[in-house]
């Protein structure tokens, strides 16, 4: 099992504060799939962070959100 980082840009449709984070997680060697990884991303980080800022305003859906991955590499943090 590696350990990888990525560094992330996550927009909300509506919601005027873009995410600029990194999010680690381990997988069995090979291929990144970006796809694959935009979902956790979205699900396990940005799903969260636009909840916080949304408050009870209004209901965020991860269809609302876009993930940009702009950089990966192997962390050994």
């Known amino acids: 099992m590696t350990t990888y980082i990525a560094e992330f840009r996550a ?4 919601i005027q504060i873009i995410q600029h984070s990194v999010f680690t997680w381990k997988q ?11 979902g956790k991303i979205k ?6 962070f636009y909840k916080l800022m949304a408050g009870e305003q209004f209901e965020v859906s991860l269809d609302d959100i876009s993930v940009e991955i702009t950089k990966t590499a192997p962390f050994n943090g």
């Open 11 to 14: 927009v909300h449709k509506l």
């Open 28 to 38: 069995e060697g090979g291929e990144i799939d970006s796809d694959l990884l935009q």
């Open 43 to 48: 699900r396990e980080s940005a799903v969260h």
